[in-house]
């Protein structure tokens, strides 16, 4: 089946510095994997996504690379600000399959200043 | 575009009563999901739709809770006769058919507490 590991966290850094989050995924197809953020009190928004290997997505500073041989997709930012303090959610769709997300368990971050 | 609009945004209701959740997709979007999220279990799918009609409702607890889409633009997710353990914040997201890496929308969410 198709399912998704990221560390769960929570995970409390300085603001400015360095940020990772592990992803890694099982999937039976060939999955577009993405990550969400949630902020306090809001719904998931789409943060990035990478559709096939060696593709990178990236936004907002934030960045995640789709590595095929290691199963993973790591989230990884230069310099975390305290406006990204969230829970953020790896997910995966498996192409070609059902239309379900397949969603990690979250990992809350807290930025401190 | 509008996003995803949920209403209400709180509802806090007794045991034993009705609650009907609302839901309007993104306009143009052929796919609603419906999603509950608790601190226990985490992001749960209960149930999503195609083109107006319901594809999977494995996640759907019990048959205390229905959902309905009677158009493109309006679903419902209805619990009856509700119970404290169905407090948790629910989601619905839309989404759109294309070849590949087809994200969900999600709204603000409804905060339900059965008390």
């Known amino acids: 089946g198709n399912s998704v590991t990221q560390m769960e966290g929570p995970v409390t850094l300085s603001e400015e510095a360095f940020l990772t989050i592990n992803c890694t995924y099982t999937a039976t197809g060939y999955p577009s994997l993405f990550w969400y953020v949630q902020y306090p009190g809001e719904g998931l928004q789409l943060l990035l996504k990478a559709t096939k290997a060696d593709d990178k997505g990236s936004n907002k500073g934030f960045e995640a690379t789709y590595r095929k041989e290691t199963t993973s997709f790591h989230l990884e930012k230069g310099s975390v600000q305290v406006s990204d303090s969230a829970v953020y959610f790896c997910?995966?769709?498996?192409?070609?399959?059902?239309?379900?997300?397949?969603f990690g368990k979250g990992t809350k971050l807290t930025v401190n200043p | 575009d509008a996003g995803v609009i949920q209403s209400p945004r709180h509802e806090v209701t007794e045991m034993g009563q009705e609650v009907t959740l609302r839901c309007k997709p993104i306009s143009g979007h052929d796919y609603l999901f419906w999603y509950r999220q608790t601190m226990m279990r985490g992001l749960e799918l209960l149930i999503y739709f195609n083109n107006n009609v319901p594809i999977d409702d494995s996640g759907m607890p019990e048959d205390r809770f229905s959902a309905k889409m009677p158009n493109a633009s309006f679903s419902t997710l209805k619990i009856q006769p509700s119970e404290p353990r169905d407090s948790a914040v629910y989601f619905c997201a839309s989404s759109r058919t294309v070849p590949t890496a087809r994200p969900q929308h999600f709204g603000d969410g409804t905060r339900l507490s059965i008390l």
């Open positions: 997910a995966l769709i498996n192409e070609g399959g059902s239309e379900k997300l397949v």
